[in-house]
């Protein structure tokens, strides 16, 4: 049973960093991992994802101000984030999808199999 469960939330002022965590359980080589998120009022919406060798792929709106990672001895996913701006405040979800493409699943939350609870962002101006 694959289980997703997300920390790190918080507010923050723009301009600021954090770093969100997911541990994850039931998860095997062959998943693909991301982060989406969910802003108020709007749909949920690609931010990040990775491969088991290390691909990414990232959301025109974050690149170059967020990292996403996974440390396998530790079982978690991350995503960094840096720069952030008050339109970054959303929902923030860890999810999973037993591979296929994994550019077409950033932009097709719907092809998400797996995911977490979530973890609340919000960035004041």
């Known amino acids: 049973q694959v289980q997703l469960v997300e920390s790190g939330g918080d507010s923050v002022q723009a301009g600021g960093s954090l770093k969100l965590s997911c541990l994850i359980s039931?998860?095997?080589?062959?998943?693909?991992m991301g982060w989406f998120r969910q802003p108020p009022g709007k749909e949920r919406e690609g931010v990040a994802t990775?491969?088991?060798?290390?691909?990414?792929n990232y959301a025109d709106s974050v690149k170059g101000r967020f990292t996403i990672s996974r440390d396998l001895t530790k079982n978690t996913l991350y995503l960094q984030m840096n720069t952030l701006r008050p339109e970054d405040t959303a929902m923030y979800y860890c999810?999973?999808?037993?591979?296929?493409?994994?550019?077409?699943?950033?932009?097709?939350?719907?092809?998400?199999?797996?995911w977490g609870q979530g973890t609340q962002v919000t960035v004041s101006s």
């Open positions: 039931g998860v095997y080589s062959g998943y693909y």
């Open positions: 990775i491969s088991i060798g290390g691909s990414t």
């Open positions: 999810a999973a999808k037993r591979g296929g493409d994994l550019l077409a699943w950033l932009l097709k939350p719907s092809e998400t199999q797996n």
